[in-house]
């Protein structure tokens, strides 16, 4: 999912990001690139990383599976 935001306002160590709904969105300045000001054009892409949670999964089932077997 593409969301589409622009620099609203630069508020202290804060970002006010507005979509193209009008939904405001506060980032910190310091998770943004560089040089950006007020006024300019940002898209976030939201993707599920299902390999990341498969891995997760795996770990924790690994770790139940060790204390279960614990003589």
Known sequence: MLI??????LEGN???????DGQAVV???NKLPAGLREGSALSFNIA????RE?????????I????????
């Open 48 to 51: 599920e990383e299902s390999e």
């Open 4 to 9: 589409k935001l622009t620099i609203d306002r």
């Open 64 to 71: 139940i599976n060790e204390i279960i077997n614990q003589p």
């Open 14 to 20: 804060k970002a006010v990001l507005i979509t193209q």
């Open 54 to 62: 498969l891995k997760d999964k795996q770990t924790a089932k690994d």
């Open 27 to 29: 980032w910190p300045k």
